[in-house]
T-cell receptor
Framework: DAGITQSPRYKITETGRQVTLMCHQTWSHSYMFWYRQDLGHGLRLIYYSAAADITDKGEVPDGYVVSRSKTENFPLTLESATRSQTSVYFC?????????????FGEGSRLTVL | GEDVEQSLFLSVREGDSSVINCTYTDSSSTYLYWYKQEPGAGLQLLTYIFSNMDMKQDQRLTVLLNKKDKHLSLRIADTQTGDSAIYFCAEIGMGSSNTGKLIFGQGTTLQVKP
């Protein structure tokens, strides 16, 4: 189906483990984003990517790694998970040439770090 | 730095009007957005306004922009229980007009009582 999909939707892990959240979009949008949503903070940008092999840090990048080898995929890796990374993670994509850069969001990945 | 502020909670009765307010800091923002998040889902674009406009109306939604005070509001007329959700105000980040990189507020939870 067309759209933007995230996996897994729910993940429980332990402190120190590596976790990768996957994001896949079928629109061939140039831009992709990872946000985290926490109570009281709204959405905060972790990393974004303007195109394949081009990534840049957002507001809260520490502890996260991203890659973009293909336009359609933008995985987010927590190299050594910490409890403070318990959050809901949203991937989004944008074709900034339309509608002033509307973002299209996935349904989110809820991560719990014990 | 860039900041977007919203009140966290609003409760209204079904049929009343709802007004959700937002203040932002970046006076160079070209677009300002309202996104809606329903429980367990990602964000969806509700409406947006270009910075050279004062008002935009779309069916039950009215967006008002006061550039002098950097104040944005969303009015929902005849609020329905299906409007219960979290509403996010967002602006384009500084220097990001071509990337769709948005700065979000904390979100306002709208509760509609029958």
């Amino acid at each position: 189906d067309a759209g933007i999909t995230q996996s897994p939707r729910y993940k429980i892990t332990e402190t120190g483990r590596q976790v990768t959240l996957m994001c896949h979009q079928t629109w061939s949008h140039s831009y992709m984003f990872w946000y985290r949503q926490d109570l009281g903070h709204g959405l905060r940008l972790i990393y974004y990517s303007a195109a394949a092999d081009i990534t840049d840090k957002g507001e809260v990048p520490d502890g996260y790694v991203v890659s973009r080898s293909k336009t359609e995929n933008f995985p987010l890796t927590l190299e050594s998970a910490t409890r403070s990374q318990t959050s809901v993670y949203f991937c989004a994509s944008s074709d900034s040439g339309r509608s002033g850069g509307e973002l299209f969001f996935g349904e989110g990945s809820r991560l719990t770090v014990l | 730095g860039e900041d977007v502020e919203q009140s966290l909670f609003l409760s209204v009765r079904e049929g009343d009007s709802s007004v959700i307010n937002c203040t932002y800091t970046d006076s160079s923002s070209t677009y300002l957005y309202w996104y809606k998040q329903e429980p367990g889902a990602g964000l969806q674009l509700l409406t947006y306004i270009f910075s050279n406009m004062d008002m935009k109306q779309d069916q039950r939604l009215t967006v008002l922009l006061n550039k002098k005070d950097k104040h944005l509001s969303l009015r929902i007329a005849d609020t329905q229980t299906g409007d219960s959700a979290i509403y996010f105000c967002a602006e384009i980040g500084m220097g990001s007009s071509n990337t769709g990189k948005l700065i979000f507020g904390q979100g306002t939870t709208l509760q509609v009582k029958p």
